[in-house]
Structure formats: structure tokens, C-alpha cells
């Protein structure tokens, strides 16, 4: 089934974040055609129906440029997350290039941009991600690609965001992996989480790792992608979660292989 675009206005292009390290966040799109099995985006944005239609609605906000250009006369500077509930780098921005334009306008302001995608269309727009300005990272849950394709549809392969984490590295962009969701029992082993730090150790690059985040409509969209994979575990999944052990036993796992390869790594969110 193909992809519904819906075209709207807007009417901010900066929202206040309270994630760690922006100032605003930046999201030229609702919903999101990369369609991770895993995405809470839906209850962050309180939104049943696109829940439902995950991967398969995406409502396309046409004069966010335009707005962001009034605003970057009118606010604060400070750093701009793009993007935080969708992927700017979906296979739509390809056509209607509101991320490359955004970003543009962001840059000439002097507000420091933090991008983040599964999507190697992000080197389209290298001419404009330039050190000390941007900065770069690429969500990589697990390097082998038919787990990623059952888990991420409609993103890149994992060895093409590798990719682009080596290419920016090398051009001098402070380059960081976003490793998560850890899914307990499916991307959660020594190897698994070894090939991805190793990616990092060979970029330069800082490891931000997390584990799944069960918020609403979660366990519904994870469990025909999960029931192939390990049948009954998407029932356990709150128990395990919910216990401290897992979450302990991971982080000591990849503190230990990040420390062993040389790679700086921090928890995405202090639990
Ligand atoms: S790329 Fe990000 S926003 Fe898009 S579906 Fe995946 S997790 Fe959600």
C-alpha cells in the first residue's frame, strides 16, 4: 500500500524542547514513511489515528520554510533538533526538500543544528552540513539488514547509515550513533551491539544508547514484526522492561565493549 501525503500549514516551525542539548526542535513532518515498528512518535503526539496509519499518512507541513524564516528574526538562537517526532530524511523530503530548505535558513541564522535520520538521503544536502554548525547522528539499532528491514521498513540499510556516519566523520562533523531502541532477546546480544560500537570506534563518533520505550501503541505495532522472531515474547516484554536487571545488564554490556574500543557512549535519557 503506497504512502497518503497530506499537505497542511503550519503554524510554528521552532517548538521548545526538553530533550537534552536543544533549545528547539524542528519537525518539517507528522508522521513518518520510514515506519519503525518500535516508534512512539504516535503517543508523543497524541494522535490515535495516525498510530493506526503509522507509516502510511504522512502530513507534509508546505510553508514551514517560510515560517521559519520570520521566526529566526524573532527568537533566541540555540540549537534546533531535526528532527524529534518523524524523520527529515523520508523518502518524501526527496521531492519537497523542506529539510534541506529549513536547514538552509537555519544556517545563515548561525542557530546550530543537530540532525538526526535512518536515511542516507541526509548526503544529499552534504554542500550544506558543515562543521561547527551541524552536527550528526544516525540511528543504528542492529547491522544486519533483514532484522532492520522487519524492525525499520521503509529506512535505510544499516551499512548505508554507517555510511554516512563515515562520510561526515571524515569531513569533519561531529558525527554520534543513536543506538536503540534495545529490544530485549532481538538486538540486545554481545555481537549485535559490538558491530554497532564498532561502527562508532571506526567514525569517531559517541555512542547515545537507549532501550525500548513501551509508551502507547507500542506492544500493538511491535507484534507482527516481533511474532515471527520470538513468538510470546512481545507478552513478557513489560515484565522484563519493567524489572531493573535488563536494563543494568545492558548498559554494563556496552559501558564494557565502548570502553574496550575506545568509544565515548552515554545513555540517551538519564533513567
Ligand atoms: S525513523 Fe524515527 S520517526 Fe520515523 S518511524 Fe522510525 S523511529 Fe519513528
Avoid at 26 to 42: I, K, T
Avoid at 54 to 67: C, L, Q
Avoid at 161 to 181: K, N, Y
Wanted: glycine share 6%.
Amino acid at each position: 500500500m503506497g504512502v497518503q501525503y497530506t499537505f497542511i500549514s503550519c503554524r510554528t516551525a521552532l517548538s521548545p524542547s526538553g530533550l537534552p542539548g536543544l533549545t528547539y526542535s524542528l519537525n518539517p513532518y507528522v508522521g513518518c514513511e520510514h515506519g519503525c515498528a518500535y516508534c512512539y512518535s504516535p503517543s508523543v503526539l497524541k494522535d490515535k489515528q495516525l498510530a493506526e496509519s503509522w507509516g502510511r499518512a504522512v502530513r507534509v507541513k508546505r510553508d514551514i520554510a517560510e515560517v521559519l524564516a520570520f521566526e529566526v528574526n524573532h527568537k533566541n538562537r540555540g540549537v534546533v533538533g531535526v528532527s524529534t517526532v518523524t524523520d527529515p530524511y523520508q523518502p518524501i523530503e526527496k521531492t519537497v526538500e523542506l529539510t534541506r530548505k529549513c536547514i538552509e535558513i537555519l544556517a545563515q541564522h548561525d542557530f546550530p543544528v543537530s540532525l538526526q535520520t535512518k536515511s542516507d538521503l541526509i548526503l544529499r544536502d552534504s554542500d550544506l552540513i558543515a562543521p561547527k554548525k551541524f552536527d550528526v547522528g544516525v540511528t543504528i539499532t542492529t547491522m544486519d539488514r533483514d532484522l532492520a528491514r522487519l524492525l525499520e521498513p521503509g529506512a535505510s540499510p544499516p551499512d548505508a547509515r554507517a555510511q554516512v556516519i563515515e562520510e561526515f566523520s571524515e569531513r569533519g562533523v561531529d558525527t554520534w550513533i543513536f543506538l536503540g531502541p534495545i529490544i530485549p532477546e532481538i538486538n540486545d546480544d554481545e555481537k549485535s551491539l559490538r558491530e554497532v560500537i564498532a561502527i562508532a570506534a571506526r567514525s569517531r563518533s559517541k555512542i547515545l544508547y537507549d532501550r525500548l520505550n513501551l509508551r502507547q501503541w507500542v506492544l500493538e505495532r511491535l507484534q507482527p514484526a516481533l511474532e515471527g522472531e520470538r513468538p510470546g515474547l512481545v507478552e513478557r516484554l513489560p515484565q522484563i522492561l519493567g524489572g531493573g536487571t535488563f536494563w543494568r545488564e545492558i548498559c554494563s554490556r556496552i559501558k564494557s565493549i565502548c570502553s574496550a574500543l575506545g568509544v565515548r557512549c552515554e545513555a540517551a535519557f538519564l533513567s
